[in-house]
């Protein structure tokens, strides 16, 4: 089976400091990951993935992720966050031995960046 | 291209009242979702589709049906509403490349049982 732990439901960072929301996940075989961001009264964006390769995965609006498969995480990362980054932040990850299987979210982690 | 849309956008049922849900997407997409949100519950699946004329259960499916009938088309119904079932509900759609496909979601449809 595969699941998707965010530890945090809230992350507070000051205005130009870096962020970072963790991601834990659990597979079978080698996951697929991908995070995805919510606005307010909006549907999900993607922000990024990481299928294979490089270990550090660069995305959207400046956001990267590393993969750290020896910890089984995929912890997101701003090296300077901005107000308007401040949404509801959610991890997911498929298990490639899952077949049609579908994602599994996190609970999601809501961010907020202060002035 | 229009992506996901999700009609209607927002409604107020009475419990026992029965609805449809509609999720249309214009990308080709094979799969098509269907979740629920929640607060502090996350995103969980209800059911889903990997092509036209197939469905699949997904985490939450008790007191909800699904049709995908066109491939664009996705319909999540609801027989007879129950408080429990108010939520925001959101649609989405991949086009699975070897089961990496980045899922698109739809803006969402609110709705209130009372």
């Known amino acids: 089976a595969q699941s998707v732990a965010q530890p945090e439901d809230q992350v507070n960072v000051a205005e130009g400091n870096p962020l970072t929301v963790k991601c834990t996940y659990s597979?079978?075989?080698?996951?697929?990951l991908f995070w995805y961001v919510q606005y307010p009264n909006r549907g999900l964006q993607f922000l990024l993935k990481?299928?294979?390769?490089?270990?550090l995965v660069k995305g959207s609006y400046g956001f990267e992720a590393e993969f750290n498969k020896s910890q089984t995480s995929f912890h997101l990362k701003k090296p300077s966050a901005l107000v308007s980054d401040s949404a509801l932040y959610f991890c997911?990850?498929?298990?490639?031995?899952?077949?049609?299987?579908?994602?599994?979210f996190g609970k999601g982690t809501r961010l907020s960046v202060i002035a | 291209n229009a992506g996901v849309t999700q009609t209607p956008k927002f409604r107020v049922l009475k419990t026992g009242q029965s609805m449809t849900l509609l999720c249309a997407q214009d990308?080709?997409?094979?799969?098509m979702y269907w979740y629920r949100q929640d607060p502090g519950m996350g995103l969980r699946l209800i059911h889903y589709?990997?092509?036209?004329?197939?469905?699949a259960k997904g985490e939450v499916p008790d007191g909800y049906n699904v049709s995908r009938l066109k491939k664009q088309n996705f319909l999540l119904g609801l027989e007879s509403a129950a408080p429990s079932q108010t939520s925001v509900y959101f649609c989405?759609?991949?086009?699975?490349?070897?089961?990496?496909?980045?899922?698109?979601f739809g803006p969402g449809t609110r709705l209130l049982v009372l």
């Open positions: 989405a759609s991949s086009y699975p490349t070897s089961r990496q496909e980045t899922q698109y």
């Open positions: 597979v079978s075989g080698n996951p697929y």
């Open positions: 990481y299928i294979t390769g490089d270990n």
């Open positions: 997911a990850v498929r298990d490639l031995l899952g077949g049609n299987t579908p994602l599994v």
């Open positions: 990308m080709n997409h094979e799969y």
């Open positions: 589709s990997v092509g036209e004329g197939t469905t």
